[in-house]
């Protein structure tokens, strides 16, 4: 049984960073497609990034493109988020997710394996 743990989120000002991570366990990380998710209140759950096994291939939202990088840690079993130049409207839990398969996928009927997730509130 795959579990995911996030930490990182905080709050901060407007153009502050940070960086979330998500522990797993219990799977072969190595080939588990990982990707990152937010939900502002009263919103829909949003993809915001996403990472091959091998973290060759990455995509992104527009909305973070160029401020967010995924990125991995096979050795670790770790998936991270940074997060620069952060925005008020990126306030949001944001959710690690898991996907066994071999395909990385952007929206959240292709992952079946969550995060309780983490808050991140930028103040303006």
């Known amino acids: 049984q795959v579990q995911l743990v996030e930490s990182g989120g905080d709050f901060v000002q407007a153009g502050a960073f940070l960086k979330l991570s998500c522990s797993v366990s219990g799977g072969t990380f190595s080939t588990i497609v990982m990707g990152w998710f937010r939900q502002a209140l009263g919103k829909e759950r949003q993809f915001v990034a996403a990472?091959?096994?091998?973290?060759?291939?990455?995509y992104y939202a527009d909305s973070v493109k160029g401020r967010f990088t995924i990125s991995r840690s096979n050795a670790k079993n770790t998936v991270y988020l940074q997060m620069n130049s952060l925005k008020p409207e990126d306030t949001a839990v944001y959710y690690c997710?898991?996907?066994?398969?071999?395909?990385?996928?952007?929206?959240?009927?292709?992952?079946?394996?969550w995060g309780q997730g983490t808050q991140v509130t930028v103040s303006s």
């Open positions: 990472i091959s096994w091998t973290g060759g291939t990455t």
């Open positions: 997710a898991a996907r066994q398969a071999v395909r990385v996928a952007t929206t959240t009927r292709d992952y079946n394996i």
